[in-house]
């Protein structure tokens, strides 16, 4: 098993906890804000994420940050769970484990996850236009976008969909001319 499968099998359960947590609170809408203000935080400041994964910094120092940091910003349930996290030394998972409660809200609402990389930014009308067309591949009523650049494609996209790829990226084209030469 890789690492990050083994990430994502140690961090599922606490994804799965949350979500249960935040359904019997009618809470699920508030925690995916909160969820994305945590993970726009982190993302932000790599002081406080090196900080957050050091073992040598007491669990009571980790709270207090916490709590100084987000108490009047998330529900004081999220709070509680990054303390829980804290205390079991899971809290170098938070990134993992939001993206699998974000995986597991999307499975519930029935919204289909697309990792597109680009060469460029798309446009708004792009977007649609890509949304669009996913909605009738997989027959999904909703679709979201998880739009990452990489310019190593030199242009066009990829799409991920599941375990489904779809390359009209300029560097697999080249990479499919570059195998039907060396196969003829």
């Known amino acids: ?4 499968g083994l990430l994502a099998k140690v961090a599922l359960p ?16 508030k925690t995916n804000q909160d969820l994305s203000l945590i993970s726009d935080i982190l ?7 090196l900080f957050l994964e050091n073992p040598l910094i007491t669990t009571k120092a980790k709270k207090n940050v916490l ?8 529900n004081s349930s999220v709070l509680k769970f990054l303390f829980v996290l804290v205390d079991r030394r899971r ?10 409660y974000l995986d597991l809200v999307y499975e519930l609402d029935s919204v289909i996850i697309a990792k597109v ?3 460029k930014t798309f446009t708004e009308e792009q977007q649609y236009n890509l949304i669009d067309k996913i909605k009738k591949i997989t027959s999904s009523k909703q679709v ?12 066009g996209f990829t799409v991920k969909i599941g375990s489904k790829i779809i390359d009209t990226s300029l560097s697999g ?7 039907y030469l060396s196969t003829s």
């Open 91 to 100: 809290i170098p998972l938070l990134n993992v484990i939001i993206e699998k």
């Open 1 to 4: 098993m890789s690492y990050q």
């Open 43 to 49: 993302l932000k400041s790599t002081d406080l994420k």
């Open 117 to 119: 990389l680009t060469a």
């Open 14 to 29: 606490y994804a799965e906890a949350l979500l249960e947590s935040a359904k019997d609170l009618n809470l699920i809408e």
């Open 67 to 74: 709590n100084q940091l987000l108490l009047n910003q998330i």
């Open 173 to 179: 084209k080249l990479k499919q001319i570059a195998f």
């Open 144 to 155: 979201k976008l998880d739009i990452q650049i990489d310019t190593s494609l030199i242009g």
